[in-house]
């Protein structure tokens, strides 16, 4: 295992009940993204809850444990026949998930983009692409038969372990904040990422009095808010790493938004 620090986090904090959610995603890559809350509903479906959130710590204190390397290769599709528990893993969950946004009524019955993922990894991976394009090939193109595999080059990570469909400012989700800021994300595993993407939109304005980003990540804000078609980000350089302060990659995103953030990350 090439990443010590991230061993050092999972074994420092697997006794704190309170934090249940590190993340998902590649610990060795170069980048880092950050959004407000994982988009499920506890109560609505509480084995998959428990299965993807409560035991996330647990399933990466095993991963460290057993493995010499975050190998995903022996992760099966999300949609084999294998029982959950066995083809779900942090470093590469929902395999198999094609590059298309799936569109579900309101019982939850797929209406389009069958075997797709959701809006915001769906962003995630244009934009992981177009930071890595001159790595992969400057004509590539992903079509909605490819598979998402982003999280092979990045790792991803929540500002609230309070996990709801629709972002809510309550005493609950504040406390959730302050808490993982100051008990999690100021571990330095978090700000040994080059290149950060904070896609949680408003939520530092919000919270400004727990979310300093320039202390949380020893970067500095260049002053400046870049308008680009209707969304916008804030660049933060420091310390050999570059730091993008942007909406919440949901709805809405311009490409031309995800352009700009990819150009000023591979000046990196």
């Known amino acids: 295992m090439e990443n010590n620090t991230f061993k050092n986090l999972i074994e420092g904090i697997y006794n704190n009940n309170e934090i249940e959610f590190i993340g998902y995603g590649n610990p060795n890559a170069k980048i880092l993204i950050i959004g407000k809350e994982c988009a499920i509903d506890p109560e609505s479906d509480e084995q998959r809850y428990e299965l ?30 294998y029982p959950e528990e066995r083809k779900f893993s942090p470093l590469l969950p929902f395999r198999g998930e094609k590059f298309t946004p799936e569109r579900k009524d309101k019982d939850g019955e797929t209406i389009s983009g069958k075997y797709g993922t959701n809006t915001t990894w769906y962003n995630y991976q244009k934009l992981v692409d177009k930071i890595r394009i ?58 040994s990422f080059p290149i950060i993407i904070i896609a949680c939109g408003h939520y530092v ?17 260049d002053g400046k808010t870049n308008d680009i078609a209707g969304n916008w980000y804030n660049l933060h350089t420091g310390n050999g790493k570059i730091l993008i302060h942007t909406n919440q990659l949901s709805m809405n995103i311009s490409e031309q938004l995800l352009d700009k953030i990819a150009d000023e990350c591979k000046k990196k």
Do not use: M
Not at 60 to 80: A, M, R
Not at 162 to 168: A, E
């Open 52 to 81: 993807f959130i409560k035991r996330n710590k647990e399933q990466w204190s095993e991963i460290v444990k057993k493995n010499g390397t975050f190998n995903t290769s022996n992760i099966p599709s999300w949609f084999s026949s």
């Open 134 to 191: 001159d790595e992969i090939d400057k004509h590539f193109s992903r079509t909605k038969d490819d598979e998402i595999d982003f999280l092979k080059y990045c790792f991803i990570t929540e500002f609230s372990g309070v996990c709801t469909t629709y972002s809510k400012k309550t005493p609950e989700v504040a406390h959730s904040i302050k808490y993982r800021v100051d008990h999690l994300l100021n571990h330095p595993f978090f700000s």
């Open 205 to 221: 304005r919000q919270y400004g009095d727990i979310i300093n980003l320039e202390e949380l990540f020893e970067v500095k804000w």
